[in-house]
């Protein structure tokens, strides 16, 4: 199983970024989807997730409203659409899939997880 995380880069505050996933080895549909982000110093923290059908969304309080996470499940691949971003919303980007029906923001719940890909927002 592998996970391709891309999208990440450096934009401007209140700028826009998407984030994509590409997931082989599984059918997608089958796993729960996740985003976690990690800051330099920080611990991982979840940032929003989809279930399998994509009819349930999760955000952490910090993006709701800004970010939006969506799935391809015919392209094997999920999405974190990002606007009005913030300097605090720098980090490492992760996506990480489960088979479980629940999609929730604990990083505990994943067993496969992606590379990582950076987002540097300026101020």
């Known amino acids: 199983v592998q996970l391709q995380a891309s999208g990440g880069g450096l934009v401007q505050a209140g700028g826009s970024l998407r984030l994509s996933c590409a997931v082989s080895?599984?059918?997608?549909?089958?796993?729960?989807i996740a985003w976690f982000r990690q800051a330099p110093g920080k611990e991982r923290e979840g940032v929003s997730s989809i279930n399998r059908s994509g009819v349930s969304t999760y955000y952490a309080s910090s993006v709701k409203g800004r970010f939006t996470v969506s799935r391809d499940n015919a392209k094997n691949t999920a999405f974190l659409q990002m606007a009005s971003l913030k300097p605090e919303d720098t980090a490492v980007y992760y996506c990480?899939?489960?088979?479980?029906?629940?999609?929730?923001?604990?990083?505990?719940?994943?067993?496969?997880w992606g590379q990582g890909t950076l987002v540097t927002v300026s101020s």
């Open positions: 990480a899939i489960d088979r479980s029906p629940v999609a929730t923001l604990e990083k505990g719940q994943y067993d496969y």
């Open positions: 080895g599984v059918t997608l549909d089958s796993y729960a």
